[in-house]
């Protein structure tokens, strides 16, 4: 009983989301926002070289990531599942008429200092948007949602800067899964840097939990030192033998070793390829291990995967896997903010938007993008490589290796029947 050790939520989001980033610089603001868990849904803390994370406010009334699951469930999508779906509608909407929708999310929530506030006492968050909204347009709705997220993300965050002085973020919890927001928070003149580590929901909550031990455990000592994490490939790894052994079963196969090379000459005649190799990724997005890959130069390739196995809504976009070299080629990141993970978004450059069109935002032409090097990937960088010795593009289109609505594939037999 002695070796169990029980956190609280909101700390496990904001130790994760610290000590994944290292934990070694002076000063950092880590915030985090959440649906809800032990009471409260927002968080502050000041981190500091080798010191237990200090909070500074704790909140219940961050009901952000809240109305955000209801309006998901309004729009006929699930809740706690869609939300990224939300978000990806937004753009679409015409703003001349989705003001209206936006106005009455406006009126409700508001930030107040380091706490929120209602305009208006609301007794049920579900019923009240239902009878608000009747009539009004889906991308709308959408719209209106986000940017009242924004909104309000970017008003807290920007008061906690103020008061605090420090001007170095750290975002975690389920709601910063939100990349337009956090691309509007690291816009902000007072924001120096931002990070969002990746999987920052739920999901991580235990390696915040052990961070949160090995911090308090040793501080007295003062022996306590973490380096930044870079590598998000925590999960399993299947040996040849095991590989080999699932591949042979099945004599329908034609089974061949490929290089780096032979890849990136597949992608270029427009095949789409389902890449399963070494430790699955942490957290939702796919990392390039558990990734399907594209030629991202042609929109036509985004059809070409919806019908083969993603079936993905009309709006929703993919996302660029880009060299480390190439990325001001393809993306605006004037603050060199950290992108390696999918977890925030940028405007795409002139030549982004000639290069690699499949892998934008189709309307709003932003990427959530992931930054490759062969320090963190060595085998996926060589794809991109690759490709860039023929095609002169640096990057390439990456989604998750499942079927809607499934989880990405795990295991090698999980791959060979999606």
Request: proline share 4%.
């Amino acid at each position: 009983q002695d070796n169990i050790h029980v956190f609280e939520h909101q700390s496990c989001h904001a130790y994760y989301g610290y000590y994944w980033y290292g934990g070694n610089d002076d000063n950092f603001l880590v915030m985090t926002a959440d649906g809800f868990g032990d009471g409260a849904n927002g968080s502050i803390w000041i981190g500091r070289r080798g010191e237990p994370l200090k909070e500074i406010k704790r909140t219940n009334k961050c009901n952000i990531g809240r109305i955000y699951r209801y309006i998901t469930l309004l729009l006929g999508m699930k809740p706690n599942e869609h939300e990224y779906k939300v978000m990806g509608l937004a753009p679409y909407a015409n703003k001349k008429y989705a003001e209206k929708s936006y106005d009455i999310f406006s009126s409700t929530i508001q930030v107040d200092n380091l706490d929120f506030t209602y305009k208006e006492e609301i007794k049920d968050h579900f019923w009240y948007f239902k009878s608000k909204l009747e009539g009004h347009r889906f991308d709308g709705i959408a719209y209106g949602l986000q940017k009242m997220t924004e909104d309000l993300l970017v008003k807290w965050v920007g008061n906690a800067v103020q008061e605090t002085k420090i001007n170095n973020v750290v975002l975690s919890g389920g709601v910063s899964l939100n990349v337009k927001a956090n691309k509007e928070i690291w816009g902000l003149d007072d924001v120096q840097s931002l990070f969002v580590p990746p999987g920052a929901s739920d999901e991580s909550l235990s390696v915040g939990a052990a961070f949160r031990f090995l911090v308090e455990n040793n501080h007295s000592s003062g022996v306590f030192d973490c380096e930044p994490k870079t590598d998000p490939y925590l999960g399993n790894c299947y040996d040849d033998e095991h590989i080999e052994k699932v591949l042979g079963g099945n004599k329908d196969l034609f089974v061949k070793r490929v290089s780096p090379k032979d890849i990136a000459e597949l992608l270029v005649q427009e095949k789409v390829i389902g890449r399963f190799s070494g430790r699955m990724e942490l957290g939702p997005r796919a990392l390039g291990n558990r990734s399907i890959l594209a030629d991202p130069r042609n929109r036509d390739v985004v059809a070409i995967i919806n019908d083969m196995v993603k079936m993905r809504d009309f709006w929703m976009p993919f996302c660029p896997s880009i060299l480390e070299d190439r990325m001001n080629d393809y993306i605006k990141n004037p603050k060199k903010i950290n992108g390696n993970y999918m977890t925030i978004a940028f405007d795409s450059t002139d030549l982004g938007r000639k290069d690699i069109p499949a892998a934008l935002h189709p309307s709003d032409l932003t990427a959530r993008p992931q930054i490759v090097n062969s320090q963190t990937n060595e085998g996926y960088y060589q794809i991109i490589k690759e490709f860039e010795k023929i095609t002169g593009v640096g990057c390439l289109l990456n989604t998750s290796f499942n079927l809607h609505g499934e989880p990405i594939v795990e295991t090698p037999e999980d791959a060979l029947d999606t």
